[in-house]
């Protein structure tokens, strides 16, 4: 059995950290995993990753240039001695493939989750990204990455056996299993209209056009109803919709475990981002059934059919993302065109996307 150790930031609700715990869902009892959290806290997700089979979850406090704790890394992956490291930290992965390959680790896989930078740039920080940049050249035996855009972004364009993009996979069957309507939870009349985004609250989220949106769409039309659900949301947007008076039909939610009956409760999804690997949280919007209007950066534009990139506005065209949503509300033929469920089933099937993955280690 492959002895596997991952490392991530943490284990707060995300596209990595939902991604990791159900690829090893899906293979309990056939990974022995060790999951590094780097920032040496865990999260929201940690009792569900101790659910899995002899899972070891350990904090590991790794800074920038914390010479000590890479020497304490040393010594613990010495004493691991694992088959595989996989580190999803993009260039972050440097420094913990260097000391990797130093502990003699034959296996040395980077898995970019992201397709731009994820800080604000000086030159000595892009300059130190860089040296990271080629650290994992020097030194991971595999890249991978969950589009084609960000291999484009970090390696312009460079090519060799090592690199492969390997996009999400979902168990839709597992996903869709249980599914409720919210709406009498959340005080949403069973004939409204409802919108809704989902995502912790981030700036690449792009939530500061989200509420721009929510609040105009809302403003002029009493039929429609926004959901904005995910960590720190509801903390940082209830006070706007309050002062909007719109709280009757902006509901701010905070982290939630039920994603799936969010998306039930649903009629449209929008995913205005600013920057994204796979989104995780698109697919399981287009697995439910839902229209969507999203962002055309480029990882998106990967993710659906092309002829459906109409449906793709500037992240920050609140104009335009008004008067799109508003077509497909009025619309309902147009709806239901927009149901790719059986699409994304097949095209994002877990078990070949997993396979593939699972292949790797």
């Known amino acids: 059995m492959k002895k596997v150790a991952f490392f991530v930031n943490d284990l707060n609700s995300g596209g990595i950290e939902n991604y990791l715990l159900r690829f090893l869902q899906y293979y ?23 659910a899995i089979d002899q899972i070891s979850l350990v904090k590991l406090k790794i800074g920038y240039l914390d010479f000590k704790a890479y020497l304490n890394l040393f010594k613990y992956l010495k004493q691991l001695n694992p088959d595989t490291v996989v580190d999803f930290t993009g260039n972050f992965a440097g420094f913990p493939l260097l000391v990797s390959k130093s502990a003699k680790i034959s296996n040395r ?6 397709a731009t930078n994820h800080f604000k740039e000086s030159y000595f920080k892009k300059r130190y990204n860089d040296f990271l940049n080629l650290l994992i050249q020097k030194n991971a035996t595999r890249i991978l990455s969950n589009s084609k855009a960000a291999l484009k972004f970090f390696f312009s ?24 309507d919210l709406r009498n939870e959340l005080g949403i009349p069973s004939t409204g209209f409802v919108v809704s985004h989902i ?83 698109l697919l399981e919007a287009l697995i439910a059934g839902l229209p969507f209007v999203a962002s055309d950066i480029d990882p998106i534009k990967e993710t659906i059919p092309a002829e459906l990139h109409y449906l793709l506005v500037k992240p920050n065209d609140v104009s335009g993302a008004v008067k799109l949503i508003e077509q497909i509300v009025d619309d309902q033929v147009l709806q239901m065109k927009l149901d790719l469920s059986l699409w994304a089933k097949k095209n994002y099937s877990h078990q070949e996307l997993f396979d593939k993955f699972y292949n790797k280690l």
Not at 109 to 114: C, E, L, P, Q
């Open 28 to 50: 309990d009892g056939k990974i022995i995993p060790i999951v590094i959290c780097k920032s040496g806290e865990f999260g929201h997700l940690e009792e569900k990753y101790r």
């Open 109 to 114: 896989i980077v898995f970019y989750r992201g």
């Open 157 to 180: 364009n460079q090519e060799d056996s090592r690199f492969e993009v390997i996009y999400n996979g979902i168990d839709a069957e597992t996903f869709l299993k249980s599914r409720q």
């Open 199 to 281: 995502g912790r609250y981030t700036e690449a989220k792009n939530h500061k056009t989200i509420i721009e949106v929510a609040v105009e769409l809302c403003r002029k039309n009493k039929d429609i109803y926004f959901i904005m659900c995910g960590k720190d949301v509801d903390t940082t947007y209830s006070k706007r919709v309050v002062d909007e008076k719109l709280q009757n039909q902006i509901k701010t939610l905070g982290y939630r475990t039920d994603v799936v009956n969010i998306l039930n409760t649903s009629n449209l999804f929008y995913f205005p981002s600013l920057t994204e690997g796979q989104p995780n949280a």
